[in-house]
């Protein structure tokens, strides 16, 4: 699973702030709908394919995104975008 999302906006998350009106946009795709994430093989190590890690990883970064907008709800400061531009 990739962190890259969660660890680089964690450690610019004061200068968005003070940088404000800032956004954070965060791409994903369909994929998202094809494997469900397994809590218990987080790291996806039994059975790892490249589409199910990939898949795996656009689950995460919606629920990462989701998760920074409920932190920052109310703040007109940064607004946090993710999105799946289509094909």
Not at 48 to 53: E, L, N
Not at 68 to 82: E, N, R, T
Request: with cysteine; proline share 1%.
């Amino acid at each position: 699973m990739l962190l890259g999302h969660f660890y680089l906006t964690n450690l610019l998350l004061d200068k968005l702030k003070s940088s404000a009106p800032s956004r954070v946009v965060t791409l994903t795709s369909e994929g998202y709908e094809w494997y469900s994430l397994d809590w218990d093989d987080i790291q996806t190590s039994r059975r790892w394919t490249a589409i199910k890690a990939y898949c795996r990883s656009k689950t995460a970064n919606i629920l990462f995104s989701t998760h920074l907008a409920k932190i920052l709800q109310g703040s007109q400061d940064i607004i946090v975008i993710v999105l799946f531009f289509g094909f």
